[in-house]
């Protein structure tokens, strides 16, 4: 009898732990929750590496100089409170971190040997900065969904890298550098809307265009773009309306047109259009204030330019060694508070520049063969000093109603120009209204 007693509370207790387990959140069936504090550092002659199955990490994940092929026991890592950086893995094959979600610090992958694919499946943000840099075979960098850096995105020297990713990304709270990605012919920001920092687009051989940035509106930092040699245009920059920095362009061989920036109001730094050897034109018409300065040197070939919104240039204007420009017109432009400098430019025949009232600095005409006539007649002022050298087709001036030189006024070896003519204007000035020494010694 007490056999089968106990027979019946062993059943008892076996029905009642089924009810418990049966009864417990489906979800506690699934991998516990382990929150591991402290870094953990991967280094040396490690080949392989089984550790903890974390799912949060409160420190730093340190993988370098390790000879790991692939990272085991990581793969249920969902947050890291720290920064990831996996550097110097000769072998590494695969650095797949299936789970992970969020990065609260920086994330730096660099100087892997053999690495070919880098995947952030679930990856949704990144509180530092993303530094992807020297990874001699990588061929593909996927972030799925990532939306969101507080820090900045580094990207340069992968020269085999041909597929980019990151599509969902909608801000970026630092800088955005892309460099030496030579096989790289797309950017594919599709979603960006906000950077707060600079942009820098250079040396990517096959970059052609910025399609994928339309989205974006302010920069609140630098655009520069350089050394891209297969860059084309610079579509995809349609939508921006104001940069608060600098814009540098320069170096991009087969750039034929500068006519993309619809949309752009005010530039709170300098323009600078250099060395681009293909460039033909430039149009600009919307941009109506550049707080610092204009500088066009070197494009050999640009033959138009055309800035006619612009009302007021916070710096100096040098147009110099622009062999082929014919024509410049800025139609609304009235005042220049640094320099007007215009050197060396062969072919430059006419200026639009009707509007303009007062140059702060020096104005220098010098060694531009092609001009007959300067025609600023309602300039007013030139608070520096006054130069026209050796400009050997002018032969008339025209500036009917400057008064006021703060300087020199120099006039000399222009071929076609006459003394008089060149008289005749200091005269209409007046001699004690020019600031500084006079000269006029023309053939």
């Not at 139609?331 to 215009?342: H, K």
Request: aromatic share 6%; net charge negative; hydrophobic share 40%.
């Amino acid at each position: 009898m007490k056999i089968r007693n106990l027979h019946f509370y062993f059943v008892v207790i076996l029905f009642v732990q089924l009810i418990t387990a049966c009864g417990s959140d489906s979800s506690s069936s699934s991998v516990t929750d382990l929150v591991c504090d402290g870094d953990i550092n991967i280094v040396g002659d490690s080949s392989t590496f089984k550790g903890e199955a974390c799912t949060e990490l409160n420190g730093n994940l340190t993988i370098t100089d390790s000879q790991l092929e692939i990272l085991e026991g990581l793969s249920q890592l969902k947050i890291i409170r720290g920064d990831l950086r996996v550097c110097g893995n000769d072998l590494l094959i695969d650095s797949d971190l299936p789970s992970l979600e969020s990065i609260e610090g920086n994330l730096t992958i660099c100087w892997n040997e053999v690495l070919p694919i880098l995947n952030f499946e679930k990856l949704q943000s990144v509180t530092g900065n993303i530094d992807i840099h020297y990874n001699k075979q990588l061929e593909q960098i996927n972030f799925q969904v990532l939306q969101n850096i507080q820090g900045g995105i580094n990207i340069e020297n992968i020269k085999e890298l041909n597929t980019l990713y990151i599509a969902e990304l909608e801000s970026i709270g630092g800088n955005l550098h892309f460099q030496n990605l030579d096989h790289i012919e797309n950017l594919g920001l599709t979603k960006l809307k906000s950077v707060t920092q600079n942009i820098t687009v250079t040396s990517n051989d096959r970059l052609v265009n910025l399609v994928g940035m339309e989205n974006l509106s302010v920069i609140n930092g630098d655009l520069e773009i350089s050394h891209n040699q297969r860059l084309k245009n610079l579509s995809g920059l349609e939508y921006i309306t104001e940069i608060k920095g600098i814009i540098k362009i320069q170096n991009n061989n087969m750039l034929t047109t500068i006519s993309h920036f619809d949309s752009l109001e005010k530039v709170s730094g300098s323009i600078e259009v250099s060395l681009c050897n293909a460039l033909l034109e430039f149009k600009v018409n919307n941009l109506h204030e550049v707080s610092q300065d204009i500088k066009f040197v070197g494009n050999w070939l640009m033959t138009d330019f055309e800035m006619d919104g612009l009302t007021k240039v916070g710096g100096y204007i040098d147009f110099s060694n622009n062999d082929d420009l014919t024509e410049m017109s800025f139609e609304r432009l009235t005042t220049i508070e640094g320099y007007f400098r215009i050197n060396d430019n062969d072919a430059l025949q006419r200026f639009d520049m009707e509007m303009l009232e007062i140059i702060g600095d020096d104005m220098v005409f010098w060694n531009n063969d092609a001009l007959h006539r300067l025609e600023f007649n309602n300039l007013v002022s030139v608070n520096g000093g006054f130069r026209i050298t050796k400009n050997d087709g002018i032969t008339e001036l025209g500036f009917d109603s400057l008064s006021t030189i703060g300087d020199f006024f120099l006039i000399d070896d222009n071929n076609l120009l006459s003394n008089s003519e060149a008289e005749d204007l200091r005269d209409r000035i007046g001699i004690e209204n020019i600031g500084g020494e006079i000269t006029i010694n023309n053939f």
